[in-house]
């Protein structure tokens, strides 16, 4: 009896593009205006539950702050984003933060800026103001980094072809994310959608290779 590989290449669709951008690590800033300290925290998140957990982690380290406002944009479609001013006067603080990451045209990111006040009132100009600039220098410590948008697909082989086949998803740059080595291999991969033609062809040219599209 033959024994038979399945990969899983993973995709998620931005839009026609092929790449996106993100930021490598995480990053910390600090602004002050007239007494009251600004100091922005930026994090790769690429969930709402991860948002939460650092969101959480951040408030932990400075429970005494009078303000903790966020925005993030999550997912490749850029659909998926929350704004909160935490209790500041309504857009003065998430919607300039959130304007710091689309400007530089961001997804998978999460800005907070914690304020401790100083005394002073700063006023709607000067709030926006100082978490805008906040979330703008926070941005500024971490490298952006450009990913390729990647796509999935269920290819079934069997296991004496496994060398062939990752010698594929090396020479394409595709990604392994899960491996399972059992009587049948399992492995979810991940491949550039600009680079899926050219797989999908040399696949195809690999006998018993069988290629079919992924249900998300």
């Known amino acids: 009896m033959k024994a038979y590989c399945l990969i899983l290449f ?77 209790g500041e006067p309504s857009g003065t603080a998430g919607r300039p933060i959130l304007g710091q990451i689309d400007s530089k045209g961001l997804v998978n990111v999460l ?28 941005l500024q410590t971490t490298p952006l980094v450009q990913k390729p948008v990647e796509k999935e697909f269920v290819v079934q082989f069997d296991y004496t072809q496994m060398n062939e086949i990752m010698v594929l998803v090396k020479q394409y740059n595709c990604r392994v994310v899960r491996q399972e080595m059992q009587l049948f291999c399992n492995m979810t991969i991940a491949i550039p959608r600009n680079r899926v033609t050219e797989v999908s062809y040399k696949l195809h040219e690999l006998r018993n290779v069988e290629l079919s599209p992924a249900v998300v």
Request: glycine share 10%.
């Open 111 to 138: 800005v907070v800026v914690v304020r401790y006040f100083g005394g002073t009132l700063l006023g709607v100009p000067g709030l926006i103001n100082a978490y805008k600039s906040a979330a703008a220098l926070a």
């Open 10 to 86: 993973v995709i998620t669709i931005m839009t026609d593009q092929d790449f996106y951008y993100t930021i490598g690590k995480s990053g910390k800033a600090e602004f002050k205006d007239r007494g009251s300290k600004f100091i922005g925290y930026v994090c790769p998140v690429s969930s709402v539950d991860e948002f939460k957990e650092r969101l959480n982690d951040i408030k932990k380290e400075h429970p005494k702050a009078t303000h903790h406002c966020f925005a993030y944009r999550l997912g490749l479609d850029g659909n998926t984003f929350r704004v909160s001013d935490a």
